[in-house]
């Protein structure tokens, strides 16, 4: 790990101006990413700040009715709340799906939604990766690719976005909020917050150089069968090969999010249209501009047979 100098931020506003006037610093919370990375020489800022004293650890309810989730508020007292788990099973269910409770303790709301995409050839320095070094070219696409993209992929990037909480998130039509280094805020639909690879793999999400997440915010609930499915190689502490994150309405009708198939979670309202026609008609919609490897095309037939667990799942 290279030398690097720390702060503990003292306001969100100080935070977001000083990460934007320095292009190596990092803002640090549960670190349970940045940090294997920059053990990895990843990721080398030569600065950090400590965003775990700011005072955004709270769940608050909306005036609209939904409810705001601070962006310090740790995984599991996410899951574990008692409005999400009521109101917002799919994400409670999402949250359980992913990594181990240890991990669960220290991840953040924000740091979950900014994890870096996942690919053994990015993880290996040794390897030329458009990720790390933007230009140099894309191990996985020729080489050993199972785990990778079948949808939303580009000639410099397959890799797949790793958070089973944004998946959640997707389904649900969350809004992640923001303070930029100048002060000024915003607010990001999850739809358009991660970014597909094309040319520019390296660029994860559309937030400016110290934009600081504050919060995510859920619209009011919208009632149905939550659920959540994870396909893996093993039973726990594996990322997805394919999830599906649905809210099925008794009509049949409903909203569906997919995971472990593109570089960020996977909706198409169209498909959410045939949705009642059933799994293999929503599938194929979904899954219409499909580029799959030789190595990972069973996920095309693997999102089908999830999605059809999953709307039998909600007739039960």
Known sequence: MRPFTYERASSVEAAAKAAASNADTRFIAGGTNLLDLMKLEIETPAHLIDVNGLALDTIEATAEGGLRIGAMVRNTDLAAHETVRRDYGLLSRALLA?????????????????????????????????????????????????????????????ATHPSDMAVAMRALDATVETVKGDGSKRSIAIADFHRLPGDTPHIETVLERGEFITAVVLPPPIGGKHIYRKVRDRASYAFALVSVGAVVQPDGTGRMAVGGIAHKPWRMEAAERVLPKGAKAAASVLLADARPTDQNRFKVDLVARTLSAVIAGAKE
């Open 98 to 158: 992913g990594a181990s409770g240890q991990l669960r303790n220290k991840a953040t709301t924000a740091g979950n939604l900014l994890q870096r995409t996942r690919c053994p050839y990015f993880y290996d320095t040794n390897q030329p990766c458009n990720k790390r070094h933007p230009g140099s070219g894309c191990s996985a696409i020729g080489g050993f690719s199972r785990q990778h993209a079948v949808v939303g992929v580009s000639d410099a990037c397959i």
